[in-house]
């Protein structure tokens, strides 16, 4: 008996240990639990992981402590097994939309968008106002190509919190995607004057700017990108491209020059600076651009001409035909080219070869008033007046206005001895605006007064 109580007093404490075990084991699960969020709070995740297998070792029915516990694991990119834990916790709790939130956070890492955007959309089905959802739904759909679904979801977003920034600018990206392209600028304009004064911002906006035709404040914005180190040689050439387009021909070159400093083989860079430089009457170092382009494209039509019509300016002749010639070769057909090779020809003298090339031109387009007026001044030079005044006759019917043509068409009816017709055409050029015509009224119109 006595042998038997000493057996009984040892169990009887183990026994006791057990229920205090049993009975404490929920609050010694909850202070390793404290201990995790501690150490995940200061970022030491492996160690809180620890702890939290220590909590659910004690207690594994506490959605939070697998919540805790993805948590932690998804911020080691431990992806898989972040789902798996809270998927757990989702089994334990189904109405939780911040487990739902956070799964759906880890499928976003995982690049697999659409069970993030059924976990997003489940959030926001257990807390209608859960604003992070919204925003996290949004940025999933951009992934999969729904914008009006994002823009949806970024405008709720903005209801709740209309100085969100980001969200403003995702929605702007969302409407430059949906091609309601002044949105987008509203948009992004919003972000920058909420504070949001980043590169990328500014990337954007300069886009949509562009596409709406905003072409000044677009150029404003690619200053400040170039003044944030947004980039070189693209973003000069992009602003200098819109000066060109403003026909701001002198901004434009520097921004040209910059870029080509960067990559001297910047071939758009060069064709527009030699535009740029022909606008402005700089006609060498135009014929040196396009010279240079043209060792990149032989084959550029559009290049040859351009060489061609700067080197007219430079009374280059013989060298401008030659230009025409190739334009013509590469693309036959090319109005001005046989247009311009006419005037190149006439220049040194060659009318009946000049003749043709206007005859070309004219064949291509019947409405082209500058190739009757040229051919009629080079039939003239032939003594060809009765030609000369048909094509002369023909640029007035086609522009009323053409006041140097009446004018040549006046010089060739002298020519053929009829005065008084002649006169009359010397007045009407008077009348609109060409002075020189005066000379010739003083001369043969003393006789011919205006016929009213």
Same mark, same amino acid.
């Given at each position: ?9 040892p169990?009887f404490?183990?026994? /006791?240990?057990i229920?205090?075990f049993?009975?404490f084991?929920?609050?010694i699960?909850?202070?390793?639990? =404290?201990?995790g969020q ?5 970022s030491?995740f492996?160690?809180a ?6 909590a659910?070792? /004690? ?12 948590l932690?694991l ?24 911040g ?10 890492d995982?690049?697999?968008?659409a ?13 209608p ?11 999933a759909?951009?992934?999969?190509r729904?914008y009006?679904?994002a823009v949806?979801?970024?405008s709720?977003?903005?209801r ?7 969200a403003?600018?995702?929605r702007g990206?969302?409407y430059?995607?949906l091609?309601?392209?002044?949105k987008? +600028? ?5 972000a ?8 990328g911002?500014?990337q954007q906006? +300069?886009k949509a700017?562009a ?8 150029i ?17 050439y ?11 021909y ?5 921004d040209f020059?910059?870029t080509?400093q960067y ?9 527009y ?5 022909s606008?402005i ?7 040196k651009?396009? =010279?240079n ?8 039509h ?8 700067a080197r007219?300016h430079?009374?280059?002749?013989e ?6 010639r ?7 057909g090319? +109005? ?5 090779m006419?005037m190149s /020809? ?14 070309? =031109?004219i064949?291509?387009?019947s409405?082209?008033k500058?190739a009757?007026y040229y051919r009629?001044?080079s ?10 005044i ?6 007035i019917a086609l522009d009323s ?18 005065f ?5 055409d ?5 009348? /609109?605006?060409?002075?020189?015509a ?5 001369t ?7 016929e009213e």
């Open positions: 008996m006595h042998m038997m109580k000493k057996w009984l007093i169990l404490f183990i026994a /006791l240990v229920v205090a049993f009975l084991r929920p609050r699960a909850g202070y390793y639990f =404290s201990r501690q150490l995940a709070d200061s030491r492996e160690e992981i620890n702890e939290y297998e220590r659910l070792w /004690l207690d594994d029915a506490r959605p939070e402590y697998y919540k805790a516990k993805g932690a998804d911020s080691l990119s431990e992806y898989k097994k972040a789902i798996e834990h809270y998927s757990r916790a989702l089994e334990l709790d189904s109405t939780n939309a487990t739902h939130f956070y799964r759906g956070m880890t499928y976003y995982m690049e697999d968008y069970h993030a955007i059924h976990d997003f959309s489940r959030s926001i089905d257990l807390n106002d859960y604003t992070g959802a919204y925003y996290q739904r949004g940025l759909r951009m992934k999969r729904n009006q679904g949806e979801d970024f709720r977003v903005i709740q919190n209309d100085t969100f920034a980001e403003y600018f995702m990206v969302a430059r995607e091609d309601q392209k002044q987008a +600028v509203d948009d992004y304009s919003r920058l004057e909420l504070g949001k004064k980043e590169l911002v500014y906006r +300069v700017l596409d709406v035709n905003n072409y000044r404040e677009a404003r914005d690619y200053t400040k990108i170039i003044e944030l180190g947004g980039g070189r040689a693209k973003l000069y992009q602003r200098g491209y819109l000066h060109f387009l403003l026909n701001e002198r901004q434009s070159i520097p020059s910059k080509l990559d001297k083989d910047h071939r758009d860079a060069l064709y600076r030699g535009h740029a430089y606008q009457q700089g006609y060498e170092k135009a014929v651009d396009f =010279s382009v043209l060792k990149m494209e032989p084959e550029n559009k290049v040859w001409y351009n060489r061609g019509l007219m430079l009374n280059r002749f060298k401008a035909g030659n230009d025409f190739k334009t013509i070769e590469l693309k036959p090319h +109005v001005k080219a046989h247009f311009l006419g /020809l006439a220049n040194k003298g060659d009318h009946q070869a000049a003749i043709e090339q206007y005859s070309k =031109s064949s291509l387009d409405t082209y500058e009757y009629g001044v039939r003239g030079l032939q003594n060809k007046h009765r030609k000369a048909e094509d002369y006759s023909r640029a206005s053409y006041a140097i043509a009446y004018y040549n068409r006046g010089i060739s009816t002298v020519a053929l001895n009829d008084a017709k002649g006169c009359q010397f007045y009407k050029a008077f009348d /609109l605006g060409y002075k020189q005066e000379k010739m009224i003083q043969y119109c003393k006789k011919h007064p205006r």
